[in-house]
């Protein structure tokens, strides 16, 4: 088991986020946890890879593991540098002060696998030409969907072997959303494990090998791409009837 | 024509021990986006330092014989050693008084009030320490001068202005073209994105605080050399001027912090070249509010748009 999510308590402050959350990702899978605003997913990502907000999530139960090891411990910066995790958080969050060059270079900070690096970004320009073609410019002048390349781009660059998206699909046109999971499912192919957080479930189902459905904090429904996609009350709720 | 040439040597002097102090705030503020008021001290106890560690190896405390080493050899040594523990002092300020507050969340307001207080504890722990008494700094590079046609300068004067310039491009360098230096800046705009990259943030701060207090450090040990008393106060009225100086640079960016520097020593002795020597710093900083009022981000400043 690649990562393994166990009866997770999560607080905010006061007030529990996540009521008890288990799910697992095996190596190689796409898993989806779908569910409305406020269900409880980026907590999820953000406890896993612990972005730290200001007053961060905080777990009070449960555990994470990866492969087979608890990571609740594991200072955030490591979690990328050696068991190469990689968050694309909601947002972007690139460094809109860097060009892009810098933003896809800062990513590769911590790699120890100096060798690959020239290769990687090969890959990520011949993935995203528009990254190539902008790559001098500050990445602030970029538009959404191209800051968007750049987020997963830069997950890339550093060395990800799993990767944990946060709302791809917002803010993109229906064009750009398909050829953006069209890439995602490439990369996947090359053997990338993705655990991919939507709230459009439509798009998400598609794509992913398996999903969980998140609701106010808790699991309430999981199986399939097919079996949720097919189950009346995941379509009733989350795909427009 | 003479006294021209004498002025601009004594303007880029002036400005090399502005611009080195004025970088150890804009590399913190481009970092953190925190007013280091403690760094016009920190370059106090640089100079100081480099007083115990020069009569240190002229022999005056009976462990090496005087006379062992050369001013040259000296000055060698206290180059380095004066820079790495006056950055040990810069990191032991953001570790026991900076980080603590940031770890816990505080508004900038308060660590900028942290910074004036630490600044405050340096002055009087020195004083405390060592007393009111003035300290003599020992000379250490025989002087020379040496004569361009009408022209003459000092081997130091050389040696200070050579430094700054070295130092901006090493700087400007680290900056712009290594990981460390692109860390330094994406820092500033989205420190919580950081971690994300696996970068250990702590780490780009600690060298941040490393940069800026080594070269005030450097500064403190150079200015001793040109001015040879050594004071607690020394460093306040400098530590304000080339603050001021970075941000009408443009706080942030290297090259302001340099320009700025230059702009106002320049500034100051055209002052003093035409009027009363009374009259320098009220028309010198006349002459920075007319520029902050025309370009109020500095000269290469530029608006931040987003700022979380």
């Known amino acids: 088991m690649l990562l393994s999510v166990k009866n997770l308590h999560v607080k905010y402050g006061n007030i529990e986020a996540l009521h008890g959350i288990s799910f697992d990702v095996e190596e190689g899978e796409i898993v989806t946890l779908i569910g409305a605003n406020g269900a409880g997913k980026s907590t999820t990502l953000h406890t896993i890879t612990r972005l730290p907000p200001p007053d961060g999530p905080r777990v009070t139960q449960g555990d994470i593991l990866f492969k087979g090891q608890s990571i609740l411990h594991t200072p955030p910066h490591k979690i990328v540098s050696d068991l190469h995790i990689t968050l694309a958080p909601e947002g972007r969050r690139i460094f809109g002060n860097l060009t892009v060059l810098e933003n896809l270079t800062l990513a590769t900070y911590a790699r120890k696998d100096r060798d690959r690096i020239h290769g990687d970004l090969q890959r990520v320009f011949e993935l995203f030409p528009r990254l190539e073609e902008r790559s001098k410019q500050r990445s602030e002048s970029l538009s959404g969907g191209e800051q968007q390349m750049l987020a997963v781009g830069r997950a890339l660059m550093s060395g990800s072997r799993f990767l944990l998206l946060d709302e791809p699909s917002m803010g993109l046109a229906p064009l750009l959303m398909f050829e953006k999971f069209r890439t995602l499912k490439r990369l996947n192919e090359e053997g990338l494990s993705i655990l991919l957080i939507e709230q459009n479930a439509r798009i998400a189902l598609k794509f992913a090998h398996r999903g969980y459905v998140l609701d106010t904090g808790e699991i309430v429904a999981q199986g399939t791409s097919e079996q949720l996609a097919n189950d009346p009350d995941v379509k009733k709720a989350y795909l427009g009837g | ?308």
Request: proline letters at 3%.
């Open chain 2, 1 to 308: 024509m003479e006294i021209l040439i004498q002025n601009i040597f004594n303007a880029l002097q002036w400005g090399s021990f502005y611009a080195l102090i004025a970088l150890g705030y804009t590399l913190v503020y481009g970092v953190l986006l925190l007013i280091n008021f403690a760094h016009g001290d920190v370059f106090m106890v640089g100079a100081y330092i480099a007083f115990f560690l020069t009569t240190f190896l002229l022999g005056q405390y009976g462990v090496i014989a005087p006379g062992t080493l050369t001013g040259a050899t000296i000055l060698m040594l206290a180059v380095p050693l004066t820079m790495i523990l006056t950055s040990l002092v810069g990191v032991t300020l953001e570790r026991i008084a900076y980080r603590p507050l940031r770890n816990k969340g505080a508004h900038r307001l308060y660590v900028v009030i942290t910074a004036l207080m630490c600044g405050l504890i340096l002055e009087n722990g020195n004083l405390a320490l060592l007393g009111a008494s003035r300290k003599k700094f020992p000379e250490l590079l025989e002087k020379t001068i040496w004569t361009f046609g009408n022209i003459s300068v000092t081997n130091l004067k050389v040696l200070v202005i050579f430094t700054a310039f070295v130092v901006f491009f090493l700087l400007q360098f680290v900056v712009t073209r290594t990981k460390t230096g692109m860390a330094m800046r994406a820092i500033s705009y989205d420190k919580f994105a950081i971690p994300l990259m696996g970068i250990p943030i702590n780490n780009i701060i600690v060298f941040t605080f490393v940069l800026g207090s080594g070269f005030a450090g450097l500064a403190g040990l150079l200015f001793a050399m040109s001015y040879p008393i050594l004071e607690p106060y020394m460093g306040a009225l400098i530590g304000w001027k080339a603050f001021i100086a970075a941000v009408v640079g443009g706080i942030g960016d290297i090259r302001g912090a340099f320009l700025g520097g230059f702009l106002l020593a320049f500034v100051e002795i055209g002052v003093v070249a035409v009027f009363p020597s009374t009259l320098r710093d009220l028309m010198a900083f006349s002459v920075l509010l007319i520029i902050l009022w025309w370009k109020p981000t500095g000269l290469f400043g530029i608006a931040k748009t987003t700022k979380i």
